[in-house]
């Protein structure tokens, strides 16, 4: 990251993201139709929510496996508010989950070691290395084999999920891992993962865990 | 409305220099764009935006910008303006399709 987009993430000033985070502030407590909001069950999110986001992707003992911080808040809105699951990517979502991810900023990644999520964790870690696409390429040779080189004028990372969601300056929005890394997909011409497949929770477990141990940064702003 | 995030220093002392900081949301969206069904979408810009500061003598507009298509969404607008006493500053947006937003913030001189 250059140190202009550095300053501008380190800055809540000048991060766009903060916008999206006011957005979730005020719908953390505004009631659903049935009268519950958020904050009915977990009161003050600087404290109940705290360190919260630093542990996902989550055991679910419900669907059986990992599950994302956006799914978690579409399951509160289905079982405890009566309201419909928002899709993927909608900005109310991604408000809240930016809302509930600063919480945790500077707190260390600490992803669940459970031994149910062993086995999507060597999956996640297969589609990590699985070449795809018409460009023939894994994640691990980019990320792995080449960070801290450029692909058009950007720096390669090494595939740290850390400040999740982002705002990008490319997308001149707010948006989540899920939707980073099917970008990454269809650059390499494969078909992309659907949003909440699976697929997507494997991949994503096995990232948080490349990430154990280092800051969480969100909301952040990458290039 | 848009949400839009106002950083003023909230007390300064007389005829010091402040920062003010002003982020707004909104899409600016340059009216070049094709979208995903590859039709144009529609022109859709902040145009102007000014800074009127009221500090019990005179009101008057200490800043103002006029923004085009090659500006980022979001737009950041910081500025330097003299603190010359206690008042309000008024932020106004003003751009297409009616767009037209207020913000307020006091600030304390002594």
């Not at chain 1, 542990?55 to 799914?71: C, G, K, M, N, V």
């Not at chain 1, 399951?75 to 419909?84: E, G, I, V």
């Not at chain 2, 009221?54 to 737009?75: H, M, Q, R, T, W």
């Not at chain 2, 751009?95 to 913030?105: H, K, L, P, T, V």
Request: net charge positive; aromatic share 6%.
């Amino acid at each position: 990251m250059s140190p202009a987009t550095q300053a501008m993430q380190k800055d809540d000033t000048q991060n766009p993201a903060m916008l999206w985070v006011k957005d979730g502030e005020a719908l953390w407590s505004k009631p659903a139709a049935n009268g519950k909001s958020c904050a009915s069950c977990h009161n003050d999110a600087p404290k109940s929510m705290k360190g919260i986001a630093a542990t996902y992707p989550a055991f679910d003992t419900q669907s059986r496996r990992p599950i994302h911080l956006s799914e978690r808040i579409n399951l509160c809105r289905k079982n405890k508010q009566d309201a419909s699951p928002l899709p993927p990517e909608h900005q109310d979502l991604l408000s809240m989950e930016s809302y509930v991810a600063l919480q945790s900023r500077g707190m260390s990644i600490a992803p669940h070691r459970d031994k149910r999520m062993s086995e999507f964790f060597t999956r996640g870690e297969k589609h990590y290395k699985q070449r795809i696409g018409q460009l023939d390429l894994s994640c691990a040779q980019c990320h792995d084999d080449n960070p801290g080189k450029r692909l058009a004028g950007t720096p390669i990372p090494q595939a740290h999920p850390t400040g999740y969601p982002i705002y990008r300056l490319e997308w001149q929005g707010m948006g989540s891992l899920q939707r980073r890394i099917r970008n990454c997909m269809s650059g390499v011409r494969a078909e992309p993962f659907a949003f909440n497949s699976t697929e997507m929770a494997e991949l994503e477990t096995y990232l948080a865990s490349r990430a154990a141990g280092m800051a969480m940064d969100a909301p952040a702003v990458r290039p | 409305m848009a949400r839009a995030l106002i950083t003023v220093p909230p007390n300064a002392k007389r005829g010091e220099v402040i920062e003010v900081r002003v982020l707004i949301q909104h899409p600016m969206e340059t009216g070049y764009r094709p979208g995903s069904d590859g039709r144009i979408l529609p022109r859709d810009l902040i145009r102007k935006f000014s800074c009127r500061y009221d500090d019990g003598k005179s009101n008057e507009i200490v800043f103002s910008a006029e923004l085009y298509a090659a500006i980022a969404a979001n737009p950041l607008i910081s500025f330097h303006t003299v603190a010359t006493g206690s008042g309000t500053l008024t932020f106004l947006w003003e751009g297409d399709n009616g767009f037209m937003q207020s913000e307020m913030a006091a600030i304390k001189v002594s």
